[in-house]
């Protein structure tokens, strides 16, 4: 007789993981994976909590690597802080989090802004989560801090190739590259080429274009394809990995996957917004395609979105993000509507305050798809990303007496179809880009550290504010080890 007792036994569950997928039951413990066991042998164990998942498929906790949360913005004010955002993301599923940390263009300090998106953060989350470095001012002093963020447990920053506050000319992308890998520091990067859409934007604009629906023409696929093709040129000069965010563009994926097949160390980076909508969708009546604003744009079409499908299939986007990016729509103050002026009752595009809401919905919209294998749909929306981001196996696996209990449980018979609305999400946003899509399926529960912090129907939100905690991360485990450049061989 099994005499073990486990604070919660979730009990003959279709377990998936990024390798597998079997019936198992799996005991809880002190926030861990205690055991994974035959389905229904732990069914005579003692436990304070027993959840029957026959029937349902058990997931590791979905890992959100791209959410922006109480970010000080040129134009507007994100919406979401890191209680709203993250209560958002475990009602959707998500037990993990990556946020970022902005660097002030005025202040050479990296930890400055580290310290500011902590204390932001501190007894706020219900879910966990870690910040990215978001570098502005690429100087001696912020690179020399890489190895401190090391110490506190960061081990990822994102630069820019576009916008006037955050672009960095191909030199200091290089030194940025080249501390990243010293410093064992994954390197994130915005692919879209600053020059050129500055040159569109004018060209629009002197034309009386101005409609939201004239920010995809502002950034025409060719505008992310040659930046791609410039950071992987520089990443290969370099001799250190990247991973390009928020890819949109088949032509940009097209060369991602090149260099992918001639061996070179190019991850990437896809989110839903890329594989439900389309350039219609900044198309709408008056101001309303302004809710779809975000960059780089939703693309032509459908063939384009079949494209995006393929490379999350084929390998060639590593990770499934949300690039959650909120805005309230009705605010004419910090929202989307500061666009518009008793002039342009239109709004202009470029004051269009950029990002679309996605934390909740990202998982929900990708599984009810069903253009994923279960094992598929697993890697791309925790195993890479904690992998990624040096948070493997504590997250994104299943893995007894190591990792975390981060569970997200679907019963994927017990709904009718349903639509998804705005008015049953948790986010501080006024609209979602998603309303009245149909889905089918919905996380019952959600698991952080083997406390139920969703329940679907039987109150909802039933985590507490302040258990998210700061996830210390280690160096990319998808990220050959790097050392000091040897400049004699060229």
């Known amino acids: 007789m099994l005499t073990t007792s486990f604070d919660c036994i979730v009990l ?82 998500t037990t993990s989090i990556i946020a970022f940390a902005p660097q002030d263009k005025f202040d050479p300090s990296l930890i400055k802004a580290l310290e500011e998106a902590q204390k932001k953060a501190a007894n706020a989350a219900y879910c966990d989560y870690s910040v990215h470095l978001m570098i502005s001012d690429p100087n001696r002093q912020a690179l020399d801090e890489f190895s401190i963020l090391r110490e506190r447990g960061v081990s990822s920053a994102k630069i820019f190739m576009t916008y006037e506050t955050m672009q960095l000319r191909d030199s200091q992308i290089m030194d940025v590259l080249m501390q990243g890998r010293i410093d064992g520091v994954t390197i994130l990067v915005h692919a879209e080429n600053g020059e050129m859409l500055t040159w569109m934007t004018e060209q629009l604009e002197s034309r009386m274009l101005l409609e939201p629906k004239y920010h995809a023409a502002s950034r025409p696929q060719v505008l992310e394809s040659e930046a791609t093709i410039r950071a992987i040129t520089l990443s290969q000069f370099i001799e250190t990995p990247i991973l390009i965010v928020h890819v949109s563009s088949p032509l940009a994926a097209s060369t991602i996957r090149t260099a992918q097949t001639d061996g070179y160390p190019i991850f990437a980076e896809t989110c839903p917004q890329y594989l439900f909508l389309t350039r219609k969708d900044l198309d709408k009546l008056g101001f309303e395609g302004a809710k779809c604003v975000c960059s780089p744009p939703p693309r032509e079409g459908e063939d384009d979105l079949e494209s995006i499908w393929t490379g999350l299939q084929n390998g060639t986007f590593t990770i499934l993000s949300s690039d959650h990016s909120p805005y309230v729509y009705d605010d004419d103050v910090n929202g989307k509507k500061i666009a518009i002026t008793g002039d342009e009752p239109l709004g202009r595009f470029r004051n269009v305050p950029n990002g679309c809401p996605g934390v909740e919905t990202r998982l929900p919209l990708v599984w009810n798809a069903n253009r994923l294998t279960p094992q598929k749909f697993v890697e791309v929306t925790s195993t890479n990303p904690a992998k990624m981001y040096g948070l493997y196996p504590q997250k994104g696996s299943i893995i007894p007496g190591i990792s975390d209990a981060d569970l997200t449980i679907w019963y994927p018979s017990a709904l009718e179809p349903f639509p998804i609305t705005n008015s049953a999400l948790h986010h501080n946003v006024d609209y979602t880009p998603y309303e009245g899509r149909m889905i089918t399926q919905w996380p019952r529960y959600t698991l952080l550290r083997g406390e139920v912090v969703w329940d ?28 000091e450049l040897d400049f004699t061989k060229f």
Do not use: W
């Not at 690597?65 to 994100?78: C, D, K, T, Y």
């Not at 109150?459 to 504010?465: E, F, L, M």
């Open 12 to 93: 003959d569950g279709t377990v998936v993981t990024a390798a597998d997928v079997g019936r198992y039951d799996i005991g809880i413990k002190d926030g861990k994976i205690a055991i994974l066991a035959p389905a229904r042998s732990l069914a005579i164990a003692r436990a304070s909590r027993v959840i029957d998942a026959e029937g349902a498929y058990v997931m590791p906790g979905g890992i959100d690597a791209h959410v922006h949360l109480a970010e000080p913005r040129g134009q507007g004010q994100a919406s979401d802080n890191f209680t709203t955002g993250t209560r958002s993301a475990i009602a959707g599923g």
């Open 456 to 483: 679907r129907d039987n109150g909802g939100i039933v985590g507490q504010k302040g258990y998210g905690k700061f996830l210390k991360r280690g160096r990319s485990a998808l990220c050959r080890d790097q050392s």
